[in-house]
Every structure is written in C-alpha cells, then in structure tokens.
C-alpha cells in the first residue's frame, strides 16, 4: 500500500447544457428578477433566409416535486448518528455534479450562483416534533414540515455561498480543470465517480442537542409546487422561499435524516488532550504472596533471592503479558537448589512414580499438573534441569499464569466443546469421503487386473474409445492424432464393435471368409495404411477447378519443345541470331538473313502465346508468380506517378525555380532542397524505396491471394504409444487421489490415498483461531495488565511485551483443552495446538509477499504447534521463525480518542534528520519525519501494528516488530546516518472530507495563524448561522495575509476551502516515553 495526502478541488458552480445560455445574472435574493415562473434563453435561427427569434422557457424549480434519494451519494453527519460533533457543520452530497445549480432560474452572478435547494438543520426537541418545526408526512404531493421559529432559517440572501463542487483530483491550472470538465462529456468516462455535488447547512450546532435536518426548495416556485400549488405564472422566479424573519413557513421536504450532537470534543481535541509518559516501573507487576502455596507444602516459595534480604522472600512478582520497559522481576533469577523445588518436585512426579512402582496398574492419582506434559511427552519434571518444560511447571511466577489459561477453559469448556465437534465433523465428512474413494479405487484394481490388463493394445483402444478425448498423446488427446492418422474414428467406436462383435451376423461372415478376422486386426490394418475404409477420393468431371481451368487455356496442350521455346523466347531468339551470325561469316549471306529474320519474326508473334502459357501455369501453379516479383532486376528509376490533380498548398508568396534562375547570395545555403535524389553507380543496381516497398506488397499481396488448405498427410497411428498413454491415465493409483483432492481440502499430499490409514490423522484437533487476551482480560484486567490504575487519563507510553507469560498462559489453555477433549471422548491424543493465538490480529497490515494467506495467518499466531517445541527451547522463545526474538514493543493510548474513534490509523514512522530550507542538516533540531511516495520508501520508513489489543472503556494497546531500543534510536545522533529512531503516529482516517471549525483557538504556530486555526470562538456569542459578511474577530482575521482574507465571502468554493477540516496527525517520538523512566529501587 501507500500513503499519500488527499487533494481536492472546489467550484463554486457547475452548469452543463442549455442552462449556461440563460442571460439574466443571479441577484442573489436581493431583488426582483425580469422572469416570472421560470428562466427564459434566446434563440435566434436563420429559416429560409428569415431571421427567427424565440424565447424557449427552461425547466425550472416549480416544475421538479422531488429528489430521487439513489442520488444521494453520502449525508454527514449519517442517520441515527448519536454523536456527532457539533463544531462541525451538517451537509448533503449528491452524485450528479451540476445537480444543484440545473435548475436554478438565473445566470451566474460572476462566481456566485445560488443552488434551487437548500439544507435546514432543525433542532428535533425531545419528544421529536416538539422544537422548532412540524411535520406532517401525509402532505401532497409531498411531505411537509412547518419551520415554527424564525431564527431557526439561515439568511435567505447567502444561500450561494453553501453549495459547491468537489473533485477528488488536485488541478495546479485552471487549463486542466476545464480538461477535466470536459471528459465529463465523454460517454461512460471513468472521472464521471471523481465529482460531486455539496450542499452544506451553515448553522452552529448545540452540544448534545437533537436535531432534523431537511433537503427542501430554494426558490418560492419550488416551494409552492411541491405543496401542490398550481398557478405559478405570477411568482417571480428568483423570488427565494422564505424572507428573513419570517415564521411559520411551510416546505415540501424532498430528503430528511435525523442526528444528535454529542460533546464539545472532535478529534483534533481529543488528540491534544494525549500527554506522551514515562511508563511506571511497577505497571505490569505485582506482588503475590507464595508463603503458602497448599496441597501439603510446608515450604514457601522462595525460589531465589529478592533485594532486599530482610524483604519476604516468599512474595514474588507476579507479572503479566504486559510491563514496563524498566519492570524488573522478583526475583530475578531462580535458584534451583532452594529448600521448596524438592518439595515441589516429589509432588508433581508422584503420580508418574506410582505408575513405575505398579508396572502401570495401579489407578491415576491425582496431584498438581505438569503443565504441558503431554505436548513434551514427558511426565516428570527435573528442577535443576532445563528446557521449557522445567522452566514452566518449577517456577510459581510461570504456573500461576498456566493456571488462568486452565480456568478459562473450565469457564468457557462448553462453548469450546461444542466448536470442536463441529469441526471434526468436517473432518468425518471428509474421511467418509476418503474411505468411500478407497473402496471405489480398490474394486477398480480388481476389474483392471482381471480385465482390462488382458486386452490387447488394439483391443483396448476399441473398448475405451469413449475416453480418447480425455487422454493426452502428447502434446494432443489420442482422439486427436485418431483423427490425423490412416484409421478413422468410427473403427474404435462402439457402433462397430455391436456391427463386427465375433458372434454377431456380420461378424460370422467376416470370421467365414478370413478365419484370422479380429477387430484388434482391423484397426492394426486401419492405422498402418494396409487397407481403408473407401477408395481414395476423387473430384467429379463436372467440378471446375483450376487445373482444369489452365488446361483449357491456350498454350496449355503445346508440345514440350514448343512450351520451352515459349516460356524461353528470349534465349530463343539470341540463339538463332548466333546462328545467323556464324551462317553469315561462313558466306551464307542469304541464309543468315532468312534464320535472323525468322528469329525476330517468331520472337513477336509468340508474345501473345507465351503470355497465355505463363497465365495458365500461374493458374495452375500460383508460386510462379511470386518468383517472378521476386527476381525481376532490380529497378533503380522506379517511382509512383500521381494521375490525380493535385490541390497547391496556399502560401503568401511563391518563386518559381528554373534552370534559368540566379540569385545573389553570399552564404553557401542561401538554396535548400526538402528532398534531394542522388544516383549513384551502386544505387543504379538497386532498387528505390518504392520499388522495394512495392515489391514487398505485391508478393504479400500474391501470398494472401494464392493460400490454398493444406492437404492433410495421414500419418501411422502409433497403437503402442496410445496402449501406454491410456493405461496410465487409467490407473486407478493415479486417478483416485486427484478425484479425493477437489472435493476434500488436503492439508498433505493427495498421492497418501496410495496408503489409506496415512489419509488424514487419526488424532486430528480443531483449531480456533480466538484472541485469547479477551478472555484473560475478561477475568481481570489485572491478569492481563497488573496496576493498570498507574496509568493516568489522556496518556500515550511504552510497554512491552512478556513473552514468557504469554507461552505459559497458552500452555496451560492446551493442556486443559486436551484433558477436557478426552473427558468429552473426542478423538484427541492431548497433543494438539488448540489455542495459538494470543493477540488480536484482525484488519493488521501485512508487508510480507510472497505468502499465501494461509501462512500469513500462520505467521502471525503468538506460538509455534506445541508438539514442535524441542525439549531443550526456552519459554518465550517459540515465535514463528520468520518474526523477529525478544520482546515487541506496545503502544499504550489511554483516552476518549480512540473510543470514540475506533478506527484512528496508528502506525509507527523513522525518524530523520531536521533539514533547514537550504537542505543542510540541524542536529539541533527535533528530528522530523519524510513524505512516503514509493512501495520501497513505505517498507522501509513505515510499520504497522503487527497486533493489537484493549481493556474497556478506553485504553487501546498496538504492538510494533521492534525493541525499545531501535525505538529510541541513538543516544545523542548528530549526522544524517546516525540512527534517529522512531516516531508513533496517531492519525484521524482521510478520504471523507469534513466541515467546520476549530472548538477553540489553538493556533499551530504562535506567530502566524491560516484558516486552518479558525475556531468557534473567533465568533460572537450567540451566533445561530456563519455570515459572509461578518469575518472573525479583528484578533484573527488581522493576522491572516492579504491572500487568505479575501476568500472570506468571496464564493462558495473559498468558503468551503476555509471550512475543510484537515484530517489530525500527532507524531510522538519514542524517546518521550523511553526516557527519564524511573528505575526501581535495587
């Protein structure tokens, strides 16, 4: 993915059509207009030479009664929404760009244009109906509502002002904005989905007040005809639908929704409530007292020393799956030979010493569990000794938190049970299915084996001719090179085997005239070309074809010696003047006049038979004629000639160049030549451009004129090689396991069906992929996170996490599962993974490529399948292989920000150097963070939480693949390549615009404000509505530059500019929460 910053555009107006002609301006309801009804646009039409005026009345407000609601693209805030914010301002975007202004009855008044509908924001009353309108929903044609107090309507003179264009495209010129305008024309063209239209309410909201808001007429026309007036003739047409002051006012209402404002708080407040904090040390710790661990132990759990020595030792740090970076454990190392691991030791192996004492006869007792044993496969544990199993079951810290995951099984067994059973009934489906296909595949290996292995090559082509098109012969079916060959398809089919069977009539007779007669025999003959099916084919005497057209042709019956002297006339005639020559030197003077003049004589009069051979041989042979155009000589004088008249180019003024023609001129290219040809002694031997392109088109031409179908050349059909092709697809071993494969999800390889009790395993285990910090957190918060109360309100910090207490919770959740599987009699070993996942990782953005979705939901579980962890691993060092060891960081947000916005993107972003304008670097300055533009930049400058979690009502934790230490980056960086760190970044979600104002004034910068910083408060108490003609205080509105203040009422497009809320970043650098961490006390 990637990150970029949104961009739009905003028109004050959009027309399209017949609309732009309308020539009377807008008087923006401060006056009366020249038309009655509707606008009028002038038509002017020259009809037989008479010049035609006409006036053509457009479609206007009194004539729509509706707003078809599949246009209505998005409503903000959205209906039933009980929170909304109420600094921010109530709008409607309808699909159809130019919808707001198609009916207005004006003219744009310079860039002020007033939409024919307009948004009333009413407020509801509790009951609703009770505040400041009526409705009445049985109005015709049209619902109605009756607005009951005058203050509640805006000024009916500034609705140009709250309607506008949005584009979801940046333009940096005016010249691609009308570009984009423009496609819109276009039928079907993708930016059609870019633009819309907005129609914005300019009321104030109250706090935690309910409110209707109504899509309802601009204009007087449109008002009285959706109450179902008729007579609009008189009505002025800009005559808007309310005047100011004035109460009760009936509306048709073409679209309503209802909302409810909540708090004075949006996010850009929310976010500077966070107050980045040094985590306490003691946040994820606690003391729990072990002087009495119970089940007959007189020792306390002293399990090594914890300063100081004249604290209890027997009170240790209990820690949970998250603490502080500088959480330190209690005690920090444990002490194998303390007085309490041999106690501890004889308990938990006692049951596994009964059962060697009585060669397993004796019954199960019951003791203490060895968590996870059944996973190790080991059944005692050796304190002294290592491994994870050791480390869990010897330490009270470890065991406690295997003893939560035991009793959330015990709490939630039924519901766990019950997803168990049903999965595994997909696994009996599938194993029904399975042993089905083995029973089927091992009847269809007797039958091969006592039947079809019998047949003869021959023979088995004829009996499993139905299959040919199935079976490749490499690379085409055997049907196909069936088809190619000697032997027809209907040799194999089965109506020949029923006409030729052995003791079928017509097969008696064939067996009485050749005793040797099989039908294997007839297709060996068939496919070797011994014999056919029908005599060859022969074309009728009365079908013309070409040859026989050509034979018909003159010179085509020519004896042979007269066909050479013609096809050869040339070399004919030098002969014979060769001949006349020597007959001449030789003194035959008259005789070599006879033989010359013979020669040259019969050189003309055979052209016209020669022309007629060369016709009837290019008939009937159509190559010829491509080797001619290929070696005809080469022709260097070779050009086209225009036959045409050709049309001059108009120029101002022309000079004719003759051969006669002198100019003066003192430079060398005072005469120039657009196309020069020069012959040259090689050039005279070639062809010119055009003689070689129009000899490569002629013989492309003649090629596509002489293609004839090629006449297909039987082949033998190799009964052998088919024999082979077909046993071999036939094989049950082969065609079994791919039949078993696409109707059952194998997680192995399909070819097991070879070994059916290898088919899926015997001990198979469901698999649920539930967080499970839920229902450890739903115990307790403490268990999940101990002292959570240290963390104040309105913070932002560091924690990491514990993965030695998460692997020891997840032990203990599969080992009681496996208990609780056999008591319910499941098909379980108690080996089984059951419980992997820890974290949350739903709508986490994976980077890795490369992965199939199935090993992206792998890598991302919390442990490896318990049966694969060695017997000598540590606990907390079972992660997948491809994520990084050690412990993640976690970031902690307490507020009301992330609860009441849920979907806040935070991500975690590198650090950079700070760079003045000049480019030079300023180690002295806060380090700062680079725009991301390419997938490389986003992989290396961007991670995303990898999980994530949270305690109600408002704290949210997010874990990032990186240490503290990477975090925080280096100690003291001072040059570019030095390791800066990181940033986390809260950011509010982009892509839905918003509009209004800041709850109060917090300027960005102390020293310069923008519209950006303008807040409610920059307003005048009891302000109902935003006047254009009233800016903010002078304390604000001074400080703007020239540029920003005259936007203030200029048009509908800088006011929806000045009102745009800009989705809220806030970046905290790691080093915020990592330094000045109070350390606790040796």
């Not at 499970?772 to 999940?784: A, G, K, N, P, T």
Request: hydrophobic letters at 40%; charged letters at 25%; glycine letters at 6%.
């Amino acid at each position: 993915m990637s990150i970029t910053v949104a961009k739009y555009t905003f028109s004050s107006w959009l027309r399209k059509g017949i609309g732009n002609r309308i020539t009377e301006p807008d008087n923006l309801g401060l006056g009366a207009s020249v038309a009655k009804e509707r606008s009028r646009v002038p038509i002017d039409v020259i009809l037989n030479t008479t010049p035609v005026h006409k006036e053509f009345a457009l479609v206007g407000p009194g004539d729509i009664i509706g707003l078809i609601a599949d246009m209505v693209v998005r409503t903000e805030p959205r209906n039933l929404i009980t929170n909304f914010e109420p600094n921010y301002l109530p709008f409607i975007e309808i699909y159809d760009e130019d919808y707001l202004w198609r009916f207005t009855p004006a003219g744009a008044n310079g860039q002020r244009l007033r939409p024919w509908l307009t948004l009333l924001v009413l407020e509801a009353g509790e009951p609703e109906g009770t505040g400041e309108y009526t409705r009445n929903e049985k109005g015709f044609p049209l619902p109605t509502v009756t607005v009951t107090k005058a203050d509640a309507l805006p000024p009916p003179n500034e609705t140009w002002a709250w309607g506008h264009v949005h584009i979801n495209e940046g333009y940096d010129t005016p010249t691609d904005f009308e570009k984009f305008l423009r496609s819109l024309h276009e039928l079907d063209h993708p930016n059609s989905d870019k633009i819309i239209c907005r129609l914005i309410c300019p009321r104030k909201l109250k706090l935690k007040t309910a409110y209707r808001a109504f899509v309802v007429p601009a204009f007087e026309t449109g008002r009285l005809a959706g109450l179902g007036h008729k007579d609009l003739s008189a009505i002025n047409a800009q005559q808007p639908a309310w005047t100011a002051g004035a109460a009760p006012v009936d509306f048709p209402v073409y679209y309503d929704w209802y909302f409810r404002t909540g708090a004075n708080e949006d996010f850009e407040s929310l976010v500077k409530l966070l107050e980045p904090r040094s985590m306490d040390h003691r946040v994820g710790i606690r003391d729990m007292d072990a002087s009495q661990p119970g089940f007959g132990m007189t020792k306390g759990a002293d399990i090594g020393a914890i300063p100081p020595p004249e604290r209890p030792q027997s009170i240790i740090g209990l820690e949970g799956a998250l603490k502080a970076p500088t959480a330190v454990s209690r005690p920090k190392d444990v002490d194998p030979t303390k007085p309490f691991f041999a106690e501890l030791k004889s308990i938990l192996n006692f049951p596994a010493d009964v059962q060697d004492v009585s060669d397993g006869a004796a019954d199960p007792v019951v003791s203490p569990p060895i968590y996870g044993e059944n996973h190790a496969n080991q059944h005692r544990i050796d304190p002294a000794g290592g491994g994870w199993l050791n480390d869990l079951n010897r330490d009270p810290r470890l065991r406690v938190p295997s003893g939560f995951g035991t009793g959330v099984i015990q709490k939630n067994q039924e519901n766990y049970v019950a997803r168990a059973w049903e999965q595994v009934k997909k696994i009996l489906s599938a194993n029904r299915i399975i042993r089905h296909s083995v029973v089927a595949m091992e009847t269809v290996r007797a039958i091969q084996t006592n039947f079809t292995q019998r047949l003869g090559p021959a023979e088995m082509l004829a009996v499993f001719a139905p299959v040919l098109k199935k079976v490749k012969g490499s690379p085409t079916t055997l049907f196909h090179q069936l088809t190619q060959s000697f032997a027809p398809p209907a040799a194999v089919n089965s109506a020949m085997r029923r006409m030729i069977r052995p003791r079928g009539a017509y097969g008696r007779r064939l067996r009485a005239a050749n005793g040797a007669f099989t039908h294997a025999r007839l297709i060996e003959d068939l496919s070797a070309g011994r014999i056919t099916a029908a005599p060859p084919k022969q074309v009728p005497d009365s079908v013309i074809t070409d040859d026989r057209i050509a034979e018909q042709l003159p010179g085509a019956n020519e004896p042979a010696w007269l066909q050479w002297v013609l096809t050869h006339r040339l070399l004919s005639l030098i002969l014979l003047l060769g001949a006349a020559l020597l007959l001449a030197m030789a003194g035959l003077w008259w005789l070599a006049l006879l033989v010359a003049g013979a020669g040259v004589v019969g050189y003309f009069a055979t052209a016209e038979r020669a022309r007629a051979l060369q016709a009837a041989r290019s008939l009937a042979d159509p190559q010829s004629t491509l080797h001619d155009i290929e070696n005809a000589p080469p022709r260097s004088d070779f050009t086209f000639v225009v036959t045409d008249p050709v049309t001059p180019i108009s120029a101002t003024s022309t000079t004719e160049v003759t051969s006669t023609t002198t100019a003066t001129s003192s430079s060398a290219d005072a005469l120039h030549f657009n196309q020069v040809s020069m012959i040259t002694r090689a050039a005279a031997r070639a062809d010119t451009v055009e003689a070689k392109n129009f000899r490569v088109a002629a013989i492309r031409l003649n090629q596509r004129l002489t293609i004839q179908p090629p006449e297909p050349q039987p082949v033998r059909f190799d009964i052998a090689n088919a024999h082979t092709k077909l046993v071999d697809a036939m094989r049950a071993t082969a065609v079994f396991p791919q039949l078993v494969a696409r109707q059952v999800r194998f997680t192995f390889n399909p070819d097991w069906l070879l070994n059916p009790e290898h088919l899926i395993p015997a001990m198979a285990y469901p698999d649920f992929p539930d967080p499970m910090y839920e229902r450890l957190r739903d115990i307790s918060s403490e268990l999940f996170l101990p002292n959570l109360e240290l963390v104040p309100p309105n913070t932002i910090s560091l924690l990491v996490t514990n993965p030695e207490f998460i692997e020891a919770y997840m032990v203990g959740l599969n080992h009681e599962f496996g208990k609780e599987l056999l008591w319910r009699e499941y098909p379980t070993d108690q080996r089984g993974s059951y419980f992997r996942q820890f974290w949350d990782v739903k709508g986490i953005i994976a980077t890795d490529s490369g992965l199939t979705p199935e090993e992206q939901a792998d890598r991302y579980k919390d442990i490896v399948p318990m049966d694969t962890w060695g017997s000598a691993s540590q606990l907390g060092k079972h992660r997948h292989p491809k994520r990084p060891p050690g412990r993640q960081l976690v970031l902690l947000v307490r507020g009301e920000l992330l609860k009441k916005y849920p979907n806040t993107i935070v991500y975690a972003q590198k650090a950079h150097i700070f760079r003045r304008d000049d480019g030079t670097p300023d180690p002295s300055k806060d380090p700062v963070i680079q725009e991301v533009k390419t997938e490389a930049e986003m992989h290396d400058e961007i991670r995303f939480p990898i999980f994530r979690a949270e305690i109600e009502p408002d704290i949210r934790f997010f874990g990032f693949e990186m240490t503290p230490e990477e975090a925080k980056g280096a100690d003291h960086p001072q040059n570019p390549n030095d390791d800066w760190g990181w940033y986390f970044i809260i950011q509010e979600v982009p892509g839905e615009p918003r509009f209004g104002m800041d709850i109060t004034f917090e300027p960005d910068s102390p020293s310069t404000v923008t519209w950006d910083d303008l807040a409610w408060t920059k307003f005048g108490e009891g302000l109902r509505f935003i006047d254009t003609a009233q800016p903010p205080a002078p304390d604000f509105f001074n400080r703007l530059s020239a540029a920003e203040k005259s936007q203030w009422g200029s048009h509908s497009a800088d006011m929806a500019s000045i009102l745009y809320q800009k989705p809220v970043m806030i970046a905290v650098h790691a080093k915020e929460m990592l330094e000045n961490l109070e350390v606790p006390p040796a």
